[in-house]
T-cell receptor, first 113, second 112 residues
């Protein structure tokens, strides 16, 4: 969905490097999410944010941090990347209210060597 | 702990046939059950969703059947077409837990 953009789309990095993945949205949604997708495992929630001052851990937050710079921007950082963080990362947005539709970005393919 | 179990992992259906994907959940507090469709290189896109106050929802060729007592829900794709070939994910949310809990996905292939 072009309303949710992610940069970069692909990234190859080395173990120990700090990496930031960025997400921006034009939908005006308050809620933003970061998910990780691994083959055969589906998508798992890393972090989510209800507004600029609200950050919450998801199922698999260890090794990750996030920053909500503005309503429209939500970035995910890997402070010291490790090979098992190689995955597809998706940002999603949603209107306020649990269970409402979430709109996903195109994803970032991250490879940690 | 896997809260949403999806089956089968892969499915091959002939064009014009019915594709059926099943999911079971554990958390009785879940109150929203969407299905997402994902094509290679794309993010998941909402296909259809249901809440537990109804047992069935139909949108075009796609139908969700929901069985609250069995804690199961399924996606039926009628008259399956090659363009339906994709990975399908069931998900659930609610009960105070935010974000979606996804099944592991079903890779669907529709053979011409």
């Amino acid at each position: 969905d072009a309303d949710v953009t992610q940069t970069p789309r692909n990234r190859i990095t080395k173990t120990g490097k700090r990496i930031m993945l960025e997400c921006s949205q034009t939908k005006g949604h308050d809620r933003m999410y970061w998910y990780r997708q691994d083959p055969g495992l589906g998508l798992r929630l890393i972090y989510y944010s209800f507004d600029v001052k609200d950050i919450n851990k998801g199922e698999i937050s260890d090794g990750y941090s996030v920053s909500r710079q503005a309503q429209a921007k939500f970035s995910l950082s890997l402070e010291s990347a490790i090979p098992n963080q190689t995955a597809l990362y998706f940002c999603a947005t949603g209107p306020t209210g649990t269970g409402d539709t979430q709109y996903f970005g195109p994803g970032t393919r991250l490879t940690v060597l | 702990q896997q809260q949403v179990k999806q089956s089968p992992q892969s499915l091959i259906v002939q064009k014009g046939g019915i594709s059926i994907i099943n999911c079971a959940y554990e958390n009785t507090a879940f109150d929203y059950f969407p299905w997402y469709q994902q094509f290679p290189g794309k993010g998941p896109a909402l296909l259809i969703a249901i809440r537990p106050d109804v047992s069935e929802k139909k949108e075009g060729r796609f139908t969700i059947s929901f069985n609250k007592s069995a804690k199961q829900f399924s996606l039926h794709i009628m008259d399956s077409q090659p363009g339906d070939s994709a990975t399908y994910f069931c998900a659930a949310s609610g009960g105070g837990a935010d974000g979606l809990t996804f099944g592991k996905g079903t890779h669907l292939i529709i053979q011409p």
